[in-house]
Structure formats: C-alpha cells, structure tokens
C-alpha cells in the first residue's frame, strides 16, 4: 500500500504560479504509476477530472488538453515525491487537486487509480 500526502495549494491571481507536491508513504512507493485530478467547487458529485499523469519511471507523461503547455507533471523518486507545476493560472483552475497513485493502472481514468490523498485547494482569482 502506498499513503499519498499533497501540499503546496493556495490563493493566486490568475497567471500566477504554484507548484503542488504529493509524497509518497510505503516501501514501494517509487514504484507506483501517479495521477493528479482535480474537482472544482459546488461539483462534489462530478466525477474527478484528469489533469496529468506519469509513470512511475517518469518517462511517459500525459496531460489533460485544457492544461497543455500550462502544466509540468515530474516526480523524484529518490524523494518518493510527485510534483506538477502550474504556470500561467486562470480562474477555471480552481479546485480541490488530488494526488492518485496505482501499481499497475495509468492514464486519464479516475477509477484506475486505487490509492487516494486528502486533496490540497487551489484557488485563482481573476
């Protein structure tokens, strides 16, 4: 098993920056393939949306397109830690980002993922 903890959320004006980070409890933890999501507010029964993802060697990324070219997903194994880096900040980002982590699954599906953090706010204002 594997505990995800993100931190770094916070209020910015929009084309700010932040840069969230997800570490990663449990002895294999650098061996899990890792996703960000996010929900924004007065959704709570959307489901999550995809935002970026990376496997967990951290050769292969993929990205959501309304974040393309905004966002940088990276991890340090070493540190057992995910990053992503979020330039050039608009309103629309607004909400709650999670952290999620597989063995096995990857990619954009929320429901792939086993392993869950608390999630960090992120707020633009415009």
């Known amino acids: 098993q594997v505990q995800l903890v993100e931190s770094g959320g916070g209020l910015v004006q929009a084309g700010g920056s932040l840069r969230l980070s997800c570490a990663a409890s449990?002895?294999?933890?650098?061996?899990?393939?890792m996703g960000w999501f996010r929900q924004a507010p007065g959704n709570p029964g959307k489901e999550r949306e995809f935002v970026a993802a990376i496997s967990w060697g951290g050769g292969s990324t993929t990205y959501a397109d309304s974040v393309k070219g905004r966002f940088t997903i990276s991890r340090d194994n070493a540190k057992n830690t995910v990053y992503l880096q979020m330039n050039s900040l608009k309103p629309e980002d607004t909400a709650v980002y999670y952290c999620?982590?597989?063995?096995?699954?990857?990619?954009?599906?929320?429901?792939?993922?086993?392993?869950w953090g608390q999630g960090t706010q992120v707020t633009v204002s415009s």
């Open positions: 999620a982590a597989d063995r096995y699954s990857r990619g954009s599906a929320y429901y792939n993922y086993n392993y």
């Open positions: 449990g002895r294999t933890a650098s061996s899990y393939n």
